[in-house]
């Protein structure tokens, strides 16, 4: 079921949350156990053997859970409460990699040795990679001593929730069950009025915007597969379109799932804060995917580098200090841990050589952006200057660098990202849109003899598409900071002495104005819903 079905917004919800509304008025507890039936009655509704393969993984990882409690309470156990969290690592690892891997791995073989190993083509589990990091995530705390008690209804809930269960955000148990144990279960003006503009918000971006670029961007990369070859313009277009398709695709998921969260009083963290504004790629990664970056950060990357450091330690060698850090020490302290969590990250977002290479693209990028910073302070004493410079110049390479790895992302095949990369570059000829060729007069004979050639192919309505979502992404405040003032997302508040991040311009309040402006987009958004486009991140 999506959260942009007319199923979803007129049946499920309407009854989610009037039933728990009301049995909250009698009791927590029933209300939350009818978010738990709700949530697998979400989960099942596309497919219902869903239910079936993640109850036992359920029941398995809170069994896995209690005995990491036990054993953090006995002394002398350490050893065995290890072994037992490798072992819930592993079957989770393992129960990811039958679904989502077992296929690219017998492809792979098939492709080094010429074998024929059958394909098995398994539908994929909804939402099985977030699922399975927030699972791992809850073994790893539970270890550490930071998730201390649990019962199976709380676990449930954990894992069920259904506005981050299909695509997050990735949450902690810590994070999360506070607030349902404290959350009034019972209907709360404030709450739902900020859940209803963030979903308004959110159903507008998928269905208005993403969804309105998306038949537009498509057929080029379907085009690419079948060997088609594509101008400098069109190429370039390809690339830029789908990255706001996805921009507006994941930004609008994100004010959905947080929107639903609160009106049930629940405050999700925050998960996508305007990555296209970015001025280095590092503050990229701290924008985009927000929750997925922090997992990697603490589980992958943190745990590799303290490894590494110890043992170079050990040894007697330096680690990184500042303007003094040895190229070694950088390489094998930063650049290597940054590679492979970046490794990690292509391979959770797909099983294909494209994701592992857009990952490592990305891992080469963050190496280098922290490099510079190593060495801006030996090149560049003076700060101000250099923000004023390297800020804008760096927001240009960013954009620059994300929208060329988009290519990567979204072709279906190696060959498809070749063909558009080598357009974008102008292997594949530059040709100008034809509404601008055909109005050249005698320019364009010259243009001609260059080289420049008129565009066959209809390019006006996606370069019209690209300028509105751009000047949107890049000019207009996200719905975090015009709800700064209640919280939106977890931690999301307004700065010290500020009554908003954009002071009073743009401030959302529960007024008439806002009532009008937001029933306006929101039926916009439910006029367009056609129940055919799904929220890209549902794949992964």
């Not at 989960?43 to 993640?54: D, E, G, H, K, S």
């Not at 507006?248 to 999700?268: C, E, N, P, Q, V």
Request: a positive charge; charged letters at 10%.
């Amino acid at each position: 079921m999506l959260f942009n079905s007319q199923e979803f917004i007129f049946a499920f919800l309407p009854i989610a949350l009037i039933v728990f509304y009301g049995l909250g008025r009698a009791s927590r507890v029933w209300a939350l156990c009818w978010l738990i039936l709700a949530s697998l009655f979400f989960y099942a509704w596309w497919r219902p053997l869903n239910v079936l393969l993640i109850a036992p993984s359920i029941l398995i990882n809170f069994a896995l859970a209690r005995a990491l409690q036990r054993l953090s309470d006995s002394e002398g156990k350490r050893y065995l409460s290890r072994a037992v969290l490798l072992l819930g690592i592993a079957f989770n690892v393992a129960f990811l990699g039958f679904f989502k891997y077992s296929d690219f791995i017998r492809g792979s073989i098939n492709d080094v040795f010429g074998t024929n190993l059958i394909l098995t083509h398994l539908i994929l589990p909804l939402g099985i990679s977030f699922i399975t990091f927030q699972k791992i995530a809850f073994l790893i705390d539970v270890h550490a001593g930071r998730a201390k008690s649990c019962t199976l209804q709380d676990y449930s809930l954990f894992v069920l929730f259904f506005p981050q269960l299909i695509a997050g955000p990735i949450v902690h148990y810590r994070e999360m069950m506070p607030q349902f144990h404290s959350a009034p279960c019972r209907f709360d003006a404030e709450n739902v009025s900020v859940g209803l503009t963030l979903f308004c918000f959110g159903l507008f971006k998928k269905v208005v915007l993403a969804d309105h670029i998306a038949p537009l961007v498509t057929p080029i990369y379907q085009q690419a597969a079948a060997g088609v070859h594509f101008s400098l313009l069109v190429s370039w277009m390809a690339a830029l379109g789908f990255t706001l398709q996805l921009y507006f695709d994941f930004s609008g998921y994100t004010d959905m799932a947080l929107g639903l969260a609160r009106f049930f009083g629940i405050r999700l963290p925050p998960n996508f804060n305007s990555p296209l504004k970015a001025s280095s790629i590092i503050d990229f990664w701290l924008r985009w995917h927000m929750t997925l970056t922090r997992f990697l950060t603490a589980y992958i990357y943190n745990p590799l580098v303290i490894s590494l450091t110890r043992r170079r330690a050990a040894r007697g060698l330096p680690g990184v200090v500042g303007r003094k850090t040895t190229v070694g020490a950088f390489v094998y302290l930063l650049g290597f841990p940054i590679l492979l969590t970046m490794f990690m990250s292509g391979l959770w977002h797909g099983a294909g050589y494209l994701f592992i290479i857009w990952g490592l693209v990305h891992g080469i990028l963050l190496t280098i952006n922290h490099s510079w910073r190593l060495i801006v302070p030996r090149l560049w004493a003076d700060n101000a200057s250099y923000n004023r410079w390297m800020i804008p110049i760096g927001f240009v390479l960013t954009f620059l660098s994300w929208t060329v790895t988009m290519v990567l992302f979204r072709s279906p095949t190696i060959s498809a990202a070749a063909i558009l990369l080598k357009g974008m570059i102008g292997q594949n000829g530059v040709a100008l849109p034809s509404f601008i060729y055909d109005h050249l007069g005698g320019l364009a004979g010259w243009l001609h003899q260059l080289g420049v050639a008129s565009e066959t192919m209809d390019v006006k309505g996606l370069i019209k598409w690209i300028a509105y979502l751009m000047f949107i992404a890049l000019a207009c405040p996200n719905s975090l900071p015009i709800l700064a003032a209640y919280e939106p997302a977890l931690g999301v508040r307004p700065p010290k002495g500020e009554k908003g991040f954009i002071a009073t311009v743009i401030e959302w309040r529960p007024s008439l104005p806002w009532a009008i402006g937001v029933s306006a987009i929101s039926l916009m958004g439910i006029y367009f819903i056609d129940g055919q486009s799904e929220f890209l991140y549902w794949q992964f």
